[in-house]
């Protein structure tokens, strides 16, 4: 019997690439799911069977999705909400209890990443040259505008600039700084974003994002602060070996000597 595998939010594009991966293995029984009817998510047709989930958000999810792991014997399980994977990844001891892996990063990363409180306070203690001026209160705020955003939340949803105290205190109370809103200095210039799926030997997604000399001069640029390159470097160059083979000589000799 072939292991099977549960993939949830198969709606989204990042989940469709997991499952069209897995499926050309031929090796895995695919289960995916959804919160949306089967024949609104063109990715069940590439399952073997297919599942309506309710929210993630929900408060008894993590009572139900161990419930259908349990029930239907999930060997693995990947989810790519960030809601769903910092609840499910708190609980990975309970899913390995069942005999459930979870393709997912362990809590305390997730929860890192997901809640920019507890981002920015990562980035205040490890890279304090790029840490953003966040304020505790109306009176530390001298200047405006100054930038809000939802401490839980993705796709930049709250975010936006505020112009004045008077419209600032009508959108964060006092109780709300640094615990449900940030509130921090606003800073203007350049958006740079990579999105990339990938395992250890294998590219998901290809989007050659670093394929010329350029590319990697600009990169090293982004990088030119060392205690952020300390973390990224390594894992670039590993990048480079595994993911652009083809490019990767000329590319690694842009960081030889760092």
């Known amino acids: 019997m072939k292991p099977v595998v549960l993939v949830t939010a198969i709606g989204t594009v990042t989940a469709t690439a997991i499952v069209t991966e897995l499926k050309k293995t031929n090796e895995y029984y695919l289960i995916g ?11 069940s047709l590439d399952v073997d069977e ?12 993590l009572d139900f999705v161990l419930d259908f792991c349990k029930q239907h014997k999930v060997d693995y399980y990947y989810a790519v909400l960030d809601i769903e994977v910092v609840k499910i990844s708190r609980a990975r001891d309970k899913f390995a209890e069942i005999g459930t892996k979870l393709c997912m990063a362990n809590y305390e990363y997730c929860s890192t990443c997901h809640f920019k409180n507890s981002f920015n306070e990562w980035i205040r203690n490890n890279v304090p040259e790029v840490y953003i001026k966040t304020y505790q209160s109306y009176d530390e705020i001298k200047d405006f505008p100054v930038f809000i955003k939802p401490v839980e939340g993705v796709a930049s949803s709250g975010c936006r600039p505020v112009q004045t105290m008077e419209a600032l205190k ?22 740079i974003t990579v999105d990339l799926i990938r395992n250890r030997k294998h590219r998901f997604r290809e989007k050659n994002f670093f394929e010329t000399e350029m590319d990697a001069e600009l990169l090293l640029k982004l990088l030119s602060i060392p205690s952020l390159r300390k973390f990224v470097i390594p894992l670039w160059k590993n990048w480079i ?8 000589s000329s590319v690694l000799k842009k960081t030889e000597n760092l």
């Open 33 to 43: 799911a959804d919160i949306n009817p089967e024949n609104q998510i063109a990715t």
């Open 241 to 248: 070996l595994t993911v652009f083979p083809m490019q990767s």
């Open 50 to 61: 297919y599942q309506v989930f309710p929210y993630a958000s929900n408060d008894d999810y």
């Open 170 to 191: 009508e959108s964060v109370s006092l109780e709300a700084f640094n615990k449900k809103i940030i509130v921090q200095e606003l800073v203007k210039g350049d958006v």
